[in-house]
């Protein structure tokens, strides 16, 4: 079992997809 | 092309396995997101004819918000079944092994209704089957995905919280199954219902290894397409065939709204 937690702040794309193209 | 938004946020997350070849995971997220309007105080070089386009791929020559600065907190839940699943035990672990039959993953996604001051009240579903190189013995091997999804509830939802698709309008991209490869990624992000499919065969040389010389080459033919249905775009269709030397590869395709042809040209990944 895995367990992860994240925060932050940012800039993202609208697709949320993490990638440009 | 691209465009942007600013999110802050805390996500917490675990995965475990539920039994063989069942993964489980489980997702919550608290995000408050803005949209960005672009702006420039300073400029190498001023060129009268070109200016930025908005944040809002909807609106492209005015900065209109596309949606108000809000407050988002969902769960997601999903179970990941691979069918056939083997696995080899060591001391230090259990190893899964490729498996010869596909994955199904099913996920539901929850965005709370005034929960910690949520803004949204959204709920979402989405099965999917893939499997990657399913082998055909001399005529190469074969990759697919299939998926579907329904926002069963969507009073309040703002588009960063939409079912997204893998677009792409670039000529060179880095290559993924789930991308379709003529398709604007902006667009047609759904808040209802969708149903997409993609799949590729690479015949791994089983026609060039016949040619002498070219055989040396070491080239690997492909050919492949997809498919998006939802009330945003219906019946889109893409198809495309190509080249493929170890990760360069070069394709040229189609794409098609039911049968009126979009657009047609090079992808180059």
């Given at each position: 079992?895995?367990?992860?937690?994240?925060?932050?702040?940012?800039?993202?794309?609208l697709?949320?997809?993490?990638?440009?193209? | 092309?691209?465009?942007?938004?600013?999110?802050?946020?805390?996500?917490l997350?675990?995965?475990?396995?539920?039994?063989?070849?069942?993964?489980?995971?489980?997702?919550?997220?608290?995000?408050?997101?803005?949209?960005?309007?672009n702006?420039?105080?300073?400029?190498?070089?001023?060129?009268?004819?070109?200016?930025?386009?908005?944040?809002?791929p909807?609106?492209?020559?005015?900065?209109?918000?596309?949606?108000?600065?809000?407050t988002?907190?969902?769960?997601t839940?999903?179970?990941?079944?691979?069918?056939?699943?083997?696995?080899?035990?060591?001391p230090?672990?259990?190893?899964?092994?490729?498996?010869?039959?596909p994955?199904?993953?099913?996920?539901?996604?929850?965005?709370f209704?005034?929960?910690l001051?949520?803004?949204?009240?959204?709920?979402?579903?989405?099965?999917?089957?893939?499997?990657?190189?399913?082998?055909?013995?001399?005529?190469?091997?074969?990759?697919?995905?299939?998926?579907?999804?329904k926002?069963?509830?969507?009073?309040?939802l703002?588009?960063?919280?939409?079912?997204?698709?893998?677009?792409?309008i670039?000529?060179?991209?880095?290559?993924?199954?789930?991308?379709?490869?003529?398709?604007?990624?902006?667009?047609?992000?759904?808040?209802?219902?969708?149903?997409?499919?993609?799949?590729?065969?690479?015949?791994?040389?089983?026609?060039?290894?016949?040619?002498?010389?070219?055989?040396?080459?070491?080239?690997?033919e492909?050919?492949?397409?997809?498919?998006?249905?939802?009330?945003?775009?219906?019946?889109y269709?893409?198809?495309?065939?190509?080249?493929?030397?170890?990760?360069?590869?070069?394709?040229?395709g189609?794409?098609?709204?039911?049968?009126?042809?979009?657009?047609q040209?090079?992808?180059?990944?």
């Amino acid at each position: 079992a895995t367990v992860g937690a994240s925060f932050g702040n940012g800039i993202f794309d609208l697709n949320n997809l993490g990638s440009m193209t | 092309f691209p465009k942007f938004y600013e999110k802050t946020f805390v996500n917490l997350n675990t995965t475990r396995e539920l039994a063989s070849g069942l993964q489980g995971s489980l997702s919550l997220d608290y995000a408050r997101n803005h949209t960005l309007t672009n702006s420039s105080d300073f400029k190498f070089f001023d060129n009268k004819e070109r200016e930025f386009t908005s944040n809002n791929p909807f609106t492209p020559t005015t900065e209109t918000p596309l949606f108000p600065t809000y407050t988002s907190v969902s769960a997601t839940a999903s179970l990941t079944y691979t069918i056939g699943q083997q696995y080899i035990t060591r001391p230090d672990g259990k190893f899964y092994t490729e498996s010869k039959y596909p994955r199904i993953t099913v996920l539901y996604k929850k965005g709370f209704k005034d929960l910690l001051g949520s803004n949204v009240d959204y709920d979402f579903v989405k099965a999917e089957v893939y499997q990657d190189r399913i082998s055909l013995g001399l005529w190469g091997y074969s990759s697919f995905l299939v998926g579907a999804g329904k926002f069963i509830n969507n009073n309040q939802l703002y588009y960063p919280d939409f079912k997204h698709f893998a677009g792409n309008i670039s000529t060179i991209f880095p290559p993924n199954l789930r991308k379709f490869q003529y398709l604007d990624f902006y667009q047609f992000s759904t808040n209802q219902q969708y149903f997409e499919a993609h799949a590729e065969h690479n015949f791994a040389g089983f026609f060039l290894n016949k040619v002498p010389l070219l055989r040396k080459a070491k080239l690997e033919e492909f050919i492949g397409g997809g498919y998006l249905s939802s009330p945003e775009k219906r019946n889109y269709k893409e198809f495309y065939f190509g080249l493929q030397r170890l990760v360069l590869r070069v394709s040229y395709g189609f794409a098609y709204d039911g049968g009126r042809k979009l657009t047609q040209g090079f992808r180059i990944s």
